[in-house]
């Protein structure tokens, strides 16, 4: 029983920087691993990044490493991801999605988070 609410998104032109906020309510945070994906239209939801719980360790797509960021704040219930160096093909609808340790596995599959939000438009002009 968790609830996930995405902010954030918007238009932004490439090259320019975007912060997706995810804040979470109905479960412990600190005990969820999180993490994000996007989809754009009549593409599959492909991973983007994952921050572990316990150990906090993260991991991102070949597409986005080196200019993503996912990180969180246990103290507000939210996971963050600091999106630097945008370019057009970032462009997609950005999700949160929340695991617990039963269900976590590689954590770059979608049928392993239990919970989402709604998602986020992001997209980048070029």
């Known amino acids: 029983q968790v609830q996930l609410v995405e902010s954030g998104g918007g238009l932004v032109q490439a090259g320019g920087s975007l912060r997706l906020s995810c804040v979470a309510s109905?479960?412990?945070?600190?005990?969820?691993?999180m993490g994000w994906f996007r989809q754009a239209p009549g593409k599959d939801r492909e991973f983007v990044a994952f921050?572990?719980?316990?150990?906090?360790?993260?991991f991102y797509a070949d597409d986005v490493k080196g200019r993503f960021t996912i990180s969180r704040d246990n103290a507000k219930n939210t996971v963050y991801l600091q999106m630097n160096s945008l370019k057009p093909e970032d462009t997609a609808v950005y999700y949160c999605?929340?695991?617990?340790?039963?269900?976590?596995?590689?954590?770059?599959?979608?049928?392993?988070?239990?919970?989402w939000g709604q998602g986020t438009q992001v997209t980048v002009s070029s």
């Open positions: 109905g479960r412990s945070f600190s005990s969820l691993s």
């Open positions: 999605a929340a695991a617990t340790f039963l269900t976590f596995r590689s954590g770059v599959t979608h049928s392993e988070y239990d919970h």
């Open positions: 921050i572990r719980w316990p150990g906090g360790s993260t």
